[in-house]
Nanobody, 128 residues
Framework: EVQLVESGGGLVQAGGSLRVSCAASGFTFEDYAIGWFRQAPGKGREGVSC????????YYGDSVKGRFTISSDNAKNTVYLQMNSLKPEDTAVYYCAADAPARYYCSGWGIANEYGYWGQGTQVTVSS
């Protein structure tokens, strides 16, 4: 059974940093792409970043490029999203998602929307 468990969300002031984690189980980690998405109240889901642990390819949405960094620890089957220089508009529920083949769900062109497996989400709130 595929399971994705996010952790690390919380409340931070604007300009601060936060790291969220996604612990994965139930599938071959290196075969899958892991994506981070977020959804703010009243807004649609936004693709934030993704990573292919098999070859290290990463992708970032324009709104977070240069501020967020995605990484993976293959030994722990965990993906991290380091968020720096946070802004109030980064406030959202952050979800990690997984699916294969990794080259489709995370590519140099972006993050596919239709990931099949999702975590429960973790709230990130940035105060001004």
């Amino acid at each position: 059974e595929v399971q994705l468990v996010e952790s690390g969300g919380g409340l931070v002031q604007a300009g601060g940093s936060l790291r969220v984690s996604c612990a994965a189980s139930g599938f071959t980690f290196e075969d899958y792409a892991i994506g981070w998405f977020r959804q703010a109240p009243g807004k649609g889901r936004e693709g934030v970043s993704c990573i292919r642990s098999s070859d290290g390819l990463t992708y970032y949405g324009d709104s977070v490029k240069g501020r967020f960094t995605i990484s993976s620890d293959n030994a722990k089957n965990t993906v991290y999203l380091q968020m720096n220089s946070l802004k109030p508009e980064d406030t959202a529920v952050y979800y990690c998602a997984a699916d294969a083949p990794a080259r489709y769900y995370c590519s140099g062109w972006g993050i596919a929307n239709e990931y099949g497996y999702w975590g429960q989400g973790t709230q990130v709130t940035v105060s001004s």
